[in-house]
């Protein structure tokens, strides 16, 4: 007789048939229990109605989900507390009789890989939600925490990705959950949110605002709703995120929110107004914030200002110029810049700086007022030495075809550049400093 709840009959067995989380449920179901191995002595589950309890614990002897409860059965589907629908299959009486059962049988111990090593530390089991996390500096990040610990809602456009970096994650043996979401939209970031919390038992404890897009163009040949996403994207999606982290934060008395800004905050970058204009409008945001939250000692608000990034934001994003993009030197790595995230997330910083280039041109946006006509001159001598390109909205409405990855494949090894340009803004200071004394009434 099928139970007409669960949809499951007696003595039949049945397994997760979806790959993407096969590896958290590798066992079956039977008669009401979840089992790890066939000889039905490891029982980790069981269901009180349609409510599937799961009692496994982790590497570091924690449940798997903290108050047991992992989602519900209801017609051979299993619903996960994070909202993760899952079906099941019943496993045919020939297939638990597979040569593999007799090695099972052999070690009582469920089989299964190897356990990683238990993290311990400040992040562990913390609950780290990160937008734009399948690919670039967002990748790094989930990478980041991951190893650290922290259990990980990861948030991106791109689903196939985000189950790609899902994997990884877990591989580290965190915990994580990915969940598609367009930055652009009130009710997905709403929804990530409340997903987040569920995942985290009402908590959140590090909003990571991190998901962009860019469109290079003359201001006024690039198309008006380019420009528009680029805001909705880089400015009013980062006011999203923290619209709705600030009031689990309140809640709670403490948490951090972590915004990706750039060195592009200081400086304006000719032919990417739209980028300028958020990525200046989010110092604005972030510094009203702080004085907002003067109250609450332990809600943090920190900035990472990173230079230019080998990610694949100038292959993936908007091209309107007619020329084949390329970033200009020195490119660094996106791990420092993960690395400077989970600095900041243990010990909290207002402003962060990553690479010396960000900081030279911090500097140099005080210094040198012209700055922006110098930076406008460059960049259309190198757009008129570029390649010819066809024009295109790249990632800005919608995921960007092929593989998916922190790096863009940008950097030369041991390339010198880095030097050789921080040695030239260094003199352009210099001089610049030099030539102001030497005009100043005696």
Known sequence: ???????????????VENLERAHQFPGFFQDGKYYLGP??????????????????LDA?????????????????????????????????????????????????????????????????????????????????????FACKGARLVLAARDEQALFDVLDECTDCGTDAVAITTDVT??????????????????????????????????????????????????LIGYLRGAYVALPYFKAQRSGMLINTLSLGSWVAQPYAAAYSASKFGLRGLTEALRGELTEFPDIHVCDIYPAVMDTPGFRDGGNYTGHALTPPGPIYDPELVA?????????????????ATARLAHLASFLIPGLPLVSGWL??????????????????????????????????????????????????????????????PR
């Open 1 to 15: 007789m099928i139970d007409h709840a669960t949809g499951m009959k007696p003595s039949e067995r049945y397994r």
């Open 39 to 56: 000889e039905l002595l490891t029982a980790v589950g069981w269901l009180e109605g349609t409510k599937f309890i799961y009692d496994s």
């Open 60 to 144: 570091e002897g924690e449940p798997v989900f903290p108050d047991r409860v992992a989602g519900s059965i209801e017609g051979l589907k299993l619903v996960l507390i994070d909202g993760t629908s899952l079906a099941l299959s019943r496993i045919e009486a020939s297939a638990t009789l597979s040569p593999a059962t007799d090695d099972i049988e052999q070690h009582p111990q469920p089989a299964g890989p190897a356990r990683p090593v238990p993290i311990t530390g400040p992040l562990r089991g913390k609950v780290v939600v990160i937008t734009g996390a399948s690919s670039g500096i967002g990748r790094a990040a989930a990478h980041a």
């Open 185 to 234: 939209s009130n009710e997905q970031v709403q929804a990530l949110a409340a997903q987040a919390a569920e995942f985290g038992q009402g908590r959140i404890d590090i909003w990571v605002n991190n998901a962009g897009v860019g469109a290079v163009g003359n201001f006024e040949e690039t198309p008006l709703d380019a420009h528009e996403q680029v805001i909705q994207t880089d």
């Open 339 to 355: 690395k400077a995230m989970v600095a900041c997330a243990i010990s909290p910083r207002a402003r962060t700086t990553v690479g």
């Open 379 to 440: 960049t259309r001598w190198g757009l008129n030495r570029s390649a010819s390109a066809e024009i295109s909205s790249g990632n800005l409405f919608e995921p960007p075809s092929g593989r998916r990855s922190v790096d863009g494949g940008w950097r030369t090894p041991k390339s010198k550049t880095p030097l050789l340009v921080s040695a030239a803004v260094l003199g352009i200071i210099a001089g610049f400093v030099i030539t102001r004394s030497q005009r100043r």
